[in-house]
C-alpha cells in the first residue's frame, strides 16, 4: 500500500483475522459492525511508513465485497 502521505511504500506490522484473534482488537471490531454476520473472511493489519504515518486496513475479499454492496458479478 502506498502512504498517502509521502507516496512510499508502507510495511504491514501486524495482521488478525476474526477467528485467529477473536474480536479483540478494536479495527476488527468495527469491520466486523459494518459487514454484520454476512462475511467473517476479513483480515485486518496494521501498516506503518517510515515517514510515520500509520494505519490499521481491512481487507475484505472482492466477491464478499460486492455481495455486501449488492453488485451483481
Do not use: Q
Amino acid at each position: 500500500m502506498t502512504c498517502p502521505s509521502c507516496k512510499a511504500n508502507t510495511r504491514v506490522i501486524d495482521s488478525r483475522t476474526p477467528l485467529a484473534s477473536g474480536t479483540n482488537e478494536p479495527f476488527l471490531r468495527a469491520a466486523l459492525r459494518l459487514v454484520g454476520n454476512r462475511t467473517t473472511h476479513i483480515v485486518g493489519r496494521r501498516r506503518l511508513c517510515n515517514c510515520g504515518w500509520a494505519s490499521p486496513t481491512v481487507e475484505i475479499p472482492l466477491e464478499d465485497l460486492k455481495a455486501l454492496l449488492g453488485v451483481k458479478p
